[in-house]
């Protein structure tokens, strides 16, 4: 799954829009877009500030894997 899909999905899982995330991260609204859309691929610094705004560690990107793959485990 493209990062600016997984983007997406925790900003709407965390209830965040982009100018909260832009607050948060000091990134520019339109940069957000642009990474979420594809169009630009994130540095590591803005991939840190990314995952540090919205408390996405390892858990999150190994249940995101899980989504993309339709591997969730039955109750």
């Known amino acids: ?3 600016g899909q ?11 829009p982009q100018q909260e995330l832009e ?3 000091g ?3 339109k940069v957000l877009s ?7 691929l ?3 610094d803005l991939r840190q500030r990314i995952h540090d705004a919205l408390d996405w560690d390892e858990s999150v990107a190994q249940a995101l ?4 793959k339709n ?3 039955p109750p």
């Open 71 to 73: 591997a969730i485990p």
């Open 34 to 40: 642009q990474l979420e859309c594809g169009h630009v």
């Open 1 to 3: 799954m493209p990062f």
């Open 42 to 44: 994130p540095t590591d």
């Open 6 to 16: 997984r983007l997406r999905i925790m900003r709407a899982f965390r209830k965040v």
């Open 65 to 68: 894997d899980m989504l993309e």
């Open 23 to 25: 607050r948060r991260t």
């Open 27 to 29: 990134i520019d609204q």
